[in-house]
């Protein structure tokens, strides 16, 4: 876990040299194997604080040659190591930006979770959990990246995508996208949801929820929930699904994640974390996924 002033550079070691050589530059370990329990290389990450550089404000993950083009063209720096390395997985890299847009807030924290258990704790202390399992399709255990940042900050606006032409448009919005998709498993289009975060809470959601059937939508209607008009199924032939939204309450969003681990979906209902029952690939035969925020 790093802590203090913000990061500046990341990079990841897949094998002995390259830890010695991270370590001589001067880069601090993050000392959790990003392969446990799907053998493989030792890989690990690892980053830097140098007084006087641009902070990394935000983190991406790749995992198909499609999801790199807009982070190339955003100008996102790739550490060029599979965090897959020896387990044959997905080709997974880790990208990182220097941001400077009014969504783009510096990092100083970071953490690797690597059981379900540890997961709720770290959002309900106000940690982002970053979407990709750096284990994605190598078996092992679910790991993923968490982040905290300088300020206190709130998800205030959520899309999706359906295709990758508009990657670096929404990257350049100042958008981090969920790096895992919603159709996973169901064949259909990629889909991904994204968000931008802000510091101002008059502008941060407070509400989620998951429309399944035509009754289900017109009750959110009702009840004063805007969609965002993607149909997360969409190429499947499953039910139609939206995501539904609000500004209204007291309840301020300050993360949200997409659950695929089975076990997790308990843990987060046991922590009091917002937990929404719809699964995201209703009607089809893709991966039960869930979506959880606080």
Not at 45 to 62: A, C, H, M, N, Q
Request: hydrophobic share 35%; charged share 25%; aromatic share 12%.
């Amino acid at each position: 876990m790093a802590s203090g002033q913000p990061i500046t550079k990341l990079s990841v070691s897949t094998c002995k040299d390259e830890e010695e050589i991270l370590r001589a530059q001067g880069y601090q370990l993050i000392n959790v194997d990003l392969n446990k329990g799907a053998g493989g290389n030792y890989v690990f990450l690892w980053y830097k604080k140098e007084s006087g550089k641009t902070p990394v404000t935000r983190i991406e993950f790749s995992f198909t040659d499609q999801m790199k083009s807009g982070l190339a063209d955003a100008q996102y720096e790739v550490v060029n190591r599979d965090l897959n390395a020896g387990v044959g997985g997905d080709y997974i890299f880790l990208w990182y930006f220097y941001g400077s847009t009014e969504y783009d807030i510096p990092i100083v924290d970071l953490a690797v979770t690597v059981v379900a258990t540890e997961e709720p704790v770290l959002m309900k202390d106000g940690w982002e959990r970053l979407g990709c399992d750096l284990n994605r399709n190598a078996r092992g255990n679910y790991i993923y990246l968490w982040v905290k940042r300088e300020k206190t900050s709130y998800i205030q606006e959520i899309a999706a995508t359906v295709d990758f032409y508009s990657d670096k448009h929404m990257f350049d919005l100042g958008y981090t996208r969920v790096c895992e998709d919603t159709n996973r498993g169901a064949g259909g289009n990629f889909v991904f949801l994204w968000y931008r975060r802000t510091t101002d809470k008059k502008q941060a959601l407070t509400d989620l929820n998951i429309s399944t059937s035509l009754q289900e939508e017109e009750k959110l209607q009702r009840e004063g929930y805007k969609v965002l008009s993607v149909d997360l199924n969409k190429g499947t032939g499953g039910n139609v699904v939206f995501l539904w939204h609000k500004k209204e309450g007291d309840q301020l969003i300050q993360d949200m994640a997409l659950l695929i681990n089975s076990e997790a979906w308990s843990e987060y209902q046991k922590a009091g974390i917002n937990f929404i029952e719809k699964n995201l690939n209703e009607g089809n035969n893709g991966v039960q996924m869930h979506i959880a925020y606080k």
